[in-house]
């Protein structure tokens, strides 16, 4: 076990770093700068802020420097919002998307799995066909699509729901909605898929064989073994919607940091760009890590080599 933990961290330090070097060199090959606007700054004005950030530095200078700082934990100064660091940015918005992804996981999985097992012991039945039905159309629509329909329904023509912030719990109703409408659909057809195969396994036939009742049939030896395929997708699941949709917090203005990685993306803000994309990657590696850690504590018979 130590071994293998071992192995992966070093993993994923090297896959970091990857990420890290990827990102900083593909910045510099978008055409234009960060301080590029409709009203051009002057030649002098460029000179001063290019040399305050130290982006006057030769690229190879840059790269080191960057990288440097990122062995400190330093991501750098934001180059729009004058005065903040990417730390502090990260720091601030990361909590809100947190909350916000983690509910709609929650929701997500304990939604999701019983459809999935339901669907399962009803095969080629209406409801599991119901089931099938809502699923694909959960894993087809894009969540842009599910909140503009939201907002449409429920904040203009019904007038319930408000449209922007965290101010109360309504205010979490359509994002959550839209957060957690497209991993409930596919945690519930792999559930599904997962399902179907492990009740035509032997041992499945050998506990109906010997009496078992069909809660332990279920829960002891069907979920149990059914449930290792859900719990290996929450790792990258729980990376990417606990950092938040970047178009449902754009469209419910939720400040978080999905909404921070678009506006900086349009403003060029290059270490916003380069911290956020670092941030996720180490996070989705962290789950992926740690998931599978947890599914040999589920599934004994996974060799963790």
Same mark, same amino acid.
């Given at each position: 076990?130590?071994?293998?933990?071992?192995?992966?961290?070093?993993?994923?330090?090297?896959?970091?770093?990857?990420?890290a070097t990827i990102t900083f060199f593909t910045m510099y090959l978008?055409?234009?700068?960060?301080?590029?606007?409709?009203? !051009?700054?002057?030649?002098?004005?460029?000179?001063?802020?290019?040399?305050?950030?130290?982006?006057?530095?030769?690229?190879?200078?840059?790269?080191?420097?960057?990288?440097?700082?990122?062995?400190?934990?330093?991501?750098?100064?934001?180059?729009?919002?004058?005065?903040?660091?990417?730390?502090?940015?990260?720091?601030?918005?990361?909590?809100?998307?947190?909350?916000?992804?983690?509910?709609?996981?929650?929701?997500?999985?304990?939604?999701?799995?019983?459809?999935?097992?339901?669907?399962?012991?009803?095969?080629?039945?209406?409801?599991?066909?119901?089931?099938?039905?809502?699923?694909?159309?959960?894993?087809?629509?894009?969540?842009?699509?599910?909140?503009?329909?939201?907002?449409?329904?429920?904040?203009?023509?019904?007038?319930?729901?408000?449209?922007?912030?965290? *101010?109360?719990?309504?205010?979490?109703?359509?994002?959550?909605?839209?957060?957690?409408?497209?991993?409930? *659909?596919?945690?519930?057809?792999?559930?599904?898929?997962?399902?179907?195969?492990?009740?035509?396994?032997?041992?499945?036939?050998?506990?109906?064989?010997?009496?078992?009742?069909?809660?332990?049939?279920?829960?002891?030896?069907?979920?149990?073994?059914?449930?290792?395929?859900?719990?290996?997708?929450?790792?990258?699941?729980? *990376?990417?919607?606990?950092?938040?949709?970047? *178009?449902?917090?754009?469209?419910?203005?939720?400040?978080?940091?999905?909404?921070?990685?678009?506006?900086?993306?349009?403003?060029?803000?290059?270490?916003?760009?380069?911290?956020?994309?670092?941030?996720? !990657? !180490?996070?989705?590696?962290?789950?992926?890590?740690?998931?599978?850690?947890?599914?040999?504590?589920?599934?004994?018979?996974?060799?963790?080599?």
């Amino acid at each position: 076990m130590v071994k293998y933990i071992l192995k992966r961290v070093i993993m994923a330090i090297v896959t970091i770093y990857l990420v890290a070097t990827i990102t900083f060199f593909t910045m510099y090959l978008v055409p234009g700068g960060p301080f590029l606007s409709e009203k !051009a700054p002057s030649q002098a004005t460029l000179d001063a802020l290019n040399a305050k950030y130290s982006l006057d530095k030769p690229v190879i200078v840059q790269y080191k420097n960057y990288l440097l700082n990122l062995l400190k934990g330093d991501l750098g100064p934001s180059l729009k919002q004058r005065g903040r660091t990417v730390n502090d940015i990260i720091a601030t918005g990361f909590p809100v998307s947190a909350r916000v992804g983690g509910i709609a996981i929650i929701i997500a999985f304990f939604i999701g799995v019983p459809m999935g097992c339901i669907a399962a012991f009803h095969r080629r039945k209406w409801l599991d066909n119901t089931i099938i039905l809502i699923s694909s159309m959960g894993v087809a629509i894009p969540s842009f699509v599910i909140s503009t329909v939201l907002m449409y329904i429920f904040s203009v023509k019904l007038g319930w729901l408000p449209t922007y912030g965290l *101010a109360s719990y309504k205010n979490y109703i359509m994002p959550l909605i839209a957060l957690s409408f497209y991993p409930t *659909a596919y945690i519930t057809r792999l559930m599904r898929s997962s399902m179907l195969d492990v009740m035509g396994q032997d041992y499945m036939r050998t506990a109906r064989a010997k009496g078992l009742r069909q809660s332990v049939i279920i829960f002891k030896h069907a979920l149990r073994n059914a449930i290792t395929p859900v719990v290996t997708y929450l790792g990258p699941l729980l *990376a990417y919607t606990l950092t938040g949709s970047f *178009a449902v917090e754009k469209i419910f203005t939720i400040p978080g940091i999905g909404r921070e990685f678009i506006s900086s993306t349009i403003n060029r803000d290059y270490p916003m760009i380069m911290g956020l994309t670092v941030f996720l !990657a !180490a996070l989705i590696i962290i789950m992926n890590m740690a998931v599978d850690i947890i599914n040999k504590f589920i599934d004994p018979r996974i060799q963790l080599k």
